[in-house]
């Protein structure tokens, strides 16, 4: 299967995207580290959301007797910075504000270890 980089998303693929998970992703911060995940019952947008992210995918069993089980994607990292770039254009008010300060966490973070590294060199 040849799985798109979330860089190169068509702006179709992006603002798809972006409707699920304004909806029903979380973006945020784990050890440091950008995660974006999304969570439901409905396992067909999920694994299409997995392969747009290329995110790994497990289901989590249902926490009472009547739910269903959910299906979980996420990516972390660099990863989940680039599904982030790409998508931000189409998010809400209070998403854009939450990816925007989840960027500039995460590029403030490596310029900080890019600075460590050159003054131990």
Known sequence: MNVPDARSLTSVQSA???GILDGEGCFDMTHSSPRLRVKMSDHDVVLRAAELM???VH???PRQQHHKPCM???VHGDDAVAVMRAVLP???ARRTAKVT???LAHSNRQAR???RHLKAA
Do not use: M, Y
């Open 16 to 18: 798809w995207l972006a």
């Open 54 to 56: 290329n995110a790994r």
């Open 59 to 61: 289901i989590e069993p």
């Open 72 to 74: 979980v994607a996420q």
């Open 90 to 92: 189409h998010l809400g």
């Open 101 to 103: 300060e989840i960027i």
């Open 113 to 115: 270890r890019a600075s």
